[in-house]
């Protein structure tokens, strides 16, 4: 496998999502972007989501807009809990206070970087009812760097459960 470009399938529980809704929801009556990770387990070329990971962040405004950070050692103590337990990232999955897409921050400043992995913003800070069709996914490649996959890719790769 190379790094994680052979997923073709990502399985996540319907309260995996809701539990990502609420706590960006909690975020953003406070004005402020959240971000949370989608680990598991690869079995051949799926994904099952086991957990979601809601790192130790501090979010703050700028002149520039709303953004958070995660330090260095959270994300150590994240990765030794991921070798641990034998789990994978595959996502990363945060919030905009408007319209979903992948911004410069985004694009420069992962926490994944693992070719093959994914980055999904949600707009409204999640207020809105869920849907995956309002979702930005988007995918690291190598020779074009962050891809935003089109609607129909995207229901084919991610299955809500």
């Known amino acids: 496998m190379n790094g994680l470009t052979d997923i073709n399938k990502i399985l996540i529980s319907q309260s995996y999502i809701d539990f990502i809704y609420d706590v960006f929801r909690e975020q953003g009556v406070k004005g402020f972007e959240c971000i949370g990770l989608f680990v598991g387990v690869i079995i051949e070329n799926t ?57 410069e921050m985004d694009d420069d400043f992962p926490i994944i970087a693992t070719e093959g992995g994914f980055s999904i913003v949600i707009p ?30 995207v229901k084919n790769i991610i299955t809500i459960m």
């Open 47 to 103: 994904f099952e989501v086991k957990t979601v990971i809601i790192p130790n962040q501090t979010a703050y405004k700028t002149k520039y807009g709303l953004n958070y950070r995660v330090e260095g050692d959270e994300l150590y103590r994240i990765n030794k809990w991921l070798y641990k337990n034998g789990y994978t990232l595959i996502a990363q999955i945060h919030s905009h206070p408007t319209e979903a897409y992948h911004s």
């Open 124 to 153: 409204n800070f999640g207020f809105d009812e869920f849907s995956i069709n309002d979702w930005s996914v988007n995918r690291l490649t190598s020779q074009k760097g962050w891809v935003e996959l089109g609607i129909n890719e």
